[in-house]
């Protein structure tokens, strides 16, 4: 099963879970097709460490949403 870990950015990125589950939440309601269609039960997966992720979803401080497949 993929793993995934979200951020908001590189010069603020946020361990803690408020962030992460506010970012989901945004995801979800700004971009429904992306997540259904790029990282289906996005929401329901572990949050991991972004080095050991498969997916990770990026949101720029400016609001913009980013979904990558990471490869290490």
């Known amino acids: 099963m993929a793993q995934i870990a979200y951020f908001w950015d590189e010069s603020s990125l946020d361990h803690g879970t408020g962030r992460h589950v506010e970012c989901i939440e945004r995801a979800e309601r700004l971009h429904p097709e992306k997540m259904r269609e790029r ?3 996005l929401a329901h997966r572990p949050i991991v460490p972004h080095g050991a992720a498969d997916w ?3 949101v720029h401080e400016t609001g913009h949403h980013e979904f990558r497949l990471y490869r290490p």
């Open 39 to 41: 990282a289906p039960r």
């Open 56 to 58: 990770v979803l990026r």
